[in-house]
Structures are given as C-alpha cells and as structure tokens.
C-alpha cells in the first residue's frame, strides 16, 4: 500500500503546489479543519470527532488505496488542516513529503503508527524484507493497535479544540467498548478454529500484527511489495511450497483479483478466498455498515468460516459508527 504522486517528479510537484497555496484562505465553517490518508485511520478519526471537525479522507472511500495517486488539489487540503493524521512507517511517503512542504503556522502531522510501537518491534517479512528499509505498517488490522490510535486521535483533537473535549472522550469511551467486544469476539472465533488450522497465507501481505496477537501463525504472503504479480519463478516456488505445506488456504483480497494466484490455488486443490479486506470498508460513505469495526468482522467471519471455526461468535457486535453514518465525511 503506497500513495503515489501524479506524472511530475516528486520534489518538483510538491515544491510547485507548495507556492501555489501559501494563500489558501482559512475555511468559512469554523470547525476544526482534520485530514486523515487511508480509510481506516479516517474511519477511526470520524469515530472520535464526530461531526465536531471538518474530515478529509485523503484517498476517497471505494478507492484502491494500495495505488492511489496524489492529486494537486491534495496539497491545497493538507494546507488547510489543522491536523493530519497518517499512518506512518513508510506507507505514505509522499503524502507525507507534500504535508511536510504545505503545513500551515500551527498545523500539526500525526504519525500515528511511529507512536503506538517501537522501531525495535517492527515486522519485517515477506513483502517488507529488512534489506528493503520499510516495515510492515499494517498495524490498524490489529484492533488493540486501533484502539491506540483512537486515544492517540482524542489527544489531539482535544489539544487542538478543547471546547469539545467531553465529547470527543465521550466518543473514545464507546468506541474503545466497541472494540474490546471485537476483541474478545476474535478470540473466541478464534479459538473454535482448530489449532492446526491457524495458519493465514495471504496474497496482500497485512495481517503481520494481527495474526501473532490471536495466535495465528503467517505462512506466507506472494504479492510483492511493488504490487506486481508473482514471476514465473516466484509462481514455481509458491506450488511447491503449497504441495509441501499444509495450507488450508489463500486469502486474497478483492482490491487485489489476482487470476494468477486463482490458478495455483486451482491447481494445487487449496481454496482461494478473495475477501478479506485491509483498507477497503465494507459497503459505501453513509452506509451503517461503513466502518473499521464491520470491516474486521467481515474479515474474522471469513477466516473462520474457511478454517474450521464458527463466524457466528462474531455476530450482535456493534459495529456502526460511534457518531453514527460518516454522511459528513469528505471522501
């Protein structure tokens, strides 16, 4: 998952927009103008701010966020805000470039997953070796890292606009409740899965926090961190890996339909899934199901139904917005 600038060579795009909004003028609605990248940490943003602030989501919702491209009208939203929220560990590099040239006098960026863990307990793994410089930044799929972004989010809003401090904890409260039932839902869906079956090979490579928190063991992930398909040695390599191990099956993603990884799964008698979901929110903007907690609930179904577990300990979560439907949300 990379964000990635448009035709112009990064320095250049970013200095030329750069001069092009020094003027940008301060918005007319008064509320805290807040900007956020993928649309998890969006989600979890709106879930403690509500309607309190201005939301921007930097890649639009039913986006492929894993290739979206940075638009000039971007650099014109990151000078705007007031507060940026990015993931961090290199995911959005160039978000980040073009939020650093555009801040505005008292604007603040957030690295939200360089301040939940330590460089010393980053992943480094099959899409994000160690040669390469960057670590894995999928730390969101793990709901107690979630949970630390969300109070790391009520900090700063409340810092920023203190007048609404009770309700943006208020917020906090009922989504860290929300999530310690996802929690303790996972573990229990988790543990009706035979051990011998907790095992996740994935086509995207983001599950890397998740899995060891609730026991899972990953195998392996084939898409490389570039985002090509697999070579045809790669493919060679992954059927026998496939015929020697006891792999129950591919998880694969729908952002990510990959015919290639379909035929092996074909021809080695594996099941290819091709739902789970890092960043992609389940339905559309508005939608009750359009949020972090039912994407994760979805994704724990999956996981279980394929493995030999039962989904239905993940239902009669909640799993809305804490706020309500992200109507608001400029995505």
């Not at 890092?278 to 179904?301: A, F, R, T």
């Amino acid at each position: 998952m990379r964000i990635t600038p448009k035709s112009l060579p990064l320095l250049a795009l970013i200095f030329l927009l750069s001069a092009c909004v020094e003027n940008t003028s301060e918005p007319e609605s008064g509320r805290l103008q807040v900007v956020a990248t993928v649309s998890p940490i969006t989600n979890i943003v709106y879930n403690i701010s509500g309607d309190h602030v201005e939301l921007t989501g930097l890649v639009p919702a039913g986006t492929d966020s894993h290739t979206f491209e940075l638009a000039p009208s971007d650099a014109v939203t990151l000078a705007g805000a007031d507060l940026i929220f990015i993931n961090g560990l290199d995911l959005e590099k160039s978000a980040m470039q073009m939020a650093e040239a555009n801040l505005k006098d008292g604007g603040e960026i957030v690295l939200l997953g360089e301040m939940v863990i330590d460089p010393e307990d980053y992943v480094f793994d099959f899409s994000f070796p160690e040669e390469a410089g960057s670590p894995n930044p999928h730390l969101w799929t793990d709901p107690i890292f979630a949970l630390q972004y969300a109070e790391i989010v009520r900090q700063k809003l409340t810092a920023h606009d203190p007048d609404n401090a009770e309700a943006y904890q208020a917020n906090y409260d009922e989504f860290a409740a929300r999530i310690q039932a996802l929690d303790a839902a996972i573990q229990a869906a988790t543990a009706s899965i035979p051990p011998e079956n907790r095992k996740l090979y994935t086509y995207h490579d983001s599950f890397a926090y998740f899995a060891p928190r609730y026991g899972y063991t990953v195998l392996g992930a084939i898409q490389p961190a570039d985002f090509s398909e697999p070579s045809s040695q790669e493919v060679a390599a992954l059927i026998d890996q496939l015929r020697e191990g006891d792999i129950p099956a591919i998880f694969g993603s729908e952002v990510f339909p990959s015919p290639v990884v379909e035929q092996i799964g074909r021809e080695v008698g594996v099941e290819f899934v091709s739902t789970l979901s890092d960043d992609d929110l389940p339905g559309d903007p508005g939608d009750p199901e359009h949020s972090y907690i039912s994407m994760m609930v979805e994704n724990l179904k999956t996981m279980a139904e394929v493995l030999g577990g039962d989904p239905a300990l993940m239902d009669g979560l909640k799993t809305g917005n804490v706020p309500g439907p992200d109507i608001s949300v400029n995505q």
